[in-house]
């Protein structure tokens, strides 16, 4: 069983940075890809970014291309979401979920373990 962790939410400033955590405390992942959403007061989960199991192939969200950059160390368990030049537009609670198709998709429905969140909340 998958079972993921997020941490490394907060309250920052807007144009400040963060990095969240995304850590398996369950059956390894390494053969997963994994993703990062975000959701909103009243909006829908959105897509933010996503790796392949190697770390190969990556995908970004156009919101947010060139100021996160997503990435895993497999040997830890863990994928990490780096969050630069944050604006008050990115304030949501951000799930990590992982994939066992490996096609990267952008859909919740497609991913098959979530986490429970970490609220990130930028300033103005």
């Known amino acids: 069983q998958v079972q993921l962790v997020e941490s490394g939410g907060g309250l920052v400033q807007a144009g400040g940075s963060l990095r969240l955590s995304c850590a398996n405390s369950?059956?390894?992942?390494?053969?997963?890809?994994v993703g990062w959403f975000r959701q909103a007061p009243g909006k829908e989960r959105e897509f933010v970014a996503a790796i392949s199991w190697s770390g190969g192939r990556i995908n970004y969200a156009n919101s947010v291309k060139g100021r996160f950059t997503i990435s895993r160390d497999n040997a830890k368990s863990t994928v990490y979401l780096q969050m630069n030049s944050l604006k008050p537009e990115d304030t949501a609670v951000y799930y990590c979920?992982?994939?066992?198709?490996?096609?990267?998709?952008?859909?919740?429905?497609?991913?098959?373990?979530w986490g429970q969140g970490t609220q990130v909340t930028v300033s103005s």
């Open positions: 369950g059956r390894t992942f390494s053969t997963y890809a």
């Open positions: 979920a992982a994939d066992t198709s490996g096609r990267l998709p952008i859909s919740t429905s497609e991913y098959d373990y």
